[in-house]
């Protein structure tokens, strides 16, 4: 169930990788269905809060009518920066799955981690590494291609 909804997740990535946008996707689960989609827009929207994770987290909100996500799980196919890290925290989302590590600004274990080295008023669980594979693909594909196209 868990690779279905980050497949999902995958589809997003696959949207912003064609607007040119980091391919970052997420899609937030209530009760065993999709709720919200979300993928990277920072590019296309000109706005540095246009992450996956937060474009998720608001359709999530509008859908439930609600702030708080309680009992949510988000999938995304790259760890979340820190301002998505709080943005989770605080929608009260229950469980992240992400797909590969950022080592450059991920604040979920690889540069920081804002689920577990802080206390804060609510604990979000996390699993690093779901179809990891296929989240980094995607990634390495479009960092490649973008290097050659400022290289011509």
């Not at 474009?55 to 998505?84: F, G, H």
């Amino acid at each position: 169930m868990q690779e279905k909804f980050m497949k999902e997740a995958l589809k997003e990535a696959e949207k912003a990788y064609k607007k040119l946008e980091v391919p970052v996707g997420a899609v937030i689960v209530k009760d065993g269905k999709i709720i919200a989609r979300g993928h990277n827009q920072k590019e296309t929207k000109t706005d540095t809060t246009k992450h996956a994770e937060i474009i998720a987290i608001q359709k999530a909100s509008k859908k439930l009518k609600a702030w708080r996500l309680l009992d949510c799980e988000m999938y995304v196919t790259l760890e979340p920066c820190a301002m998505c890290a709080g943005a989770i925290i605080n929608s009260r989302i229950k469980k992240v799955y992400i797909g590969t590590k950022d080592n450059k600004t991920g604040a979920v274990g690889s540069v920081l981690n804002l689920f577990e080295d802080f206390t804060f008023n609510h604990k979000v669980e996390s699993e690093i590494g779901l179809m990891q594979d296929e989240c980094e693909k995607i990634l390495k594909q479009f960092f490649k291609e973008l290097r050659l196209s400022k290289n011509v």
